[in-house]
């Protein structure tokens, strides 16, 4: 899916969701020159497999954030990880570096990758990508992960 489809899956799913519109960017230092309504609330998100590359896990935090990937792992209960290749982010998510998203998961046609949302999240907005990183959806994060468990995917919130 791409953007306009992600919308149209939205509105037709009943998520109350706004859009910002922005130029492209490809990281957090570069999405803090954006005007946005709620940066408070904008995900960064990190696309990691295990170190044998059997599973793949999609992590969103907040973008002020920064994530240990061992102690992450460790309070999982997770094998080693690593950030997935670009291959890999295309083959499984159909999305390029810099566009990373849990919307992305809806393109995970066999329903690989766990989802795991900041707690600090639940109860509030989250700011994403809709598979294209000239544009940020800001929508229920409880939403958000229904959306992606409707879909088939493991998801759930965690401590990070």
């Known amino acids: ?40 609330w904008d995900a960064k998100n990190l696309f990691v497999r295990d170190d044998k590359k059997q599973h793949y896990y999609l992590i969103s935090v907040k973008g002020d954030k920064r994530i240990d990937l061992k102690a992450f792992r460790k309070a999982q209960g997770l094998r080693t990880l690593s950030f997935a290749s670009p291959h890999d982010l295309m083959a499984i998510l159909h999305l390029t570096p810099g566009a990373v998203t849990p919307l992305g998961l809806l393109n995970d046609e066999a329903r690989r990758v766990h989802l795991y949302v900041d707690a600090d999240f639940q109860g509030h907005l989250i700011g994403v990508h809709p598979n294209d990183n000239t544009a940020t959806v ?22 990070v």
Do not use: C
Not at 14 to 28: K, L, R
Not at 139 to 155: F, K, M, P, T, V
């Open 1 to 40: 899916m791409g953007k306009e489809e992600i919308y149209a899956y939205l509105t037709a799913k009943g998520i109350s969701y706004e859009v910002t519109d922005h130029e492209a960017v490809f990281n957090m230092d570069e999405i803090r020159a954006v005007a946005l309504p709620y940066p408070q």
């Open 138 to 159: 800001w929508l229920s994060a409880d939403d958000l992960l229904s959306l992606i468990a409707a879909h088939g995917n493991e998801a759930e919130f965690v401590d």
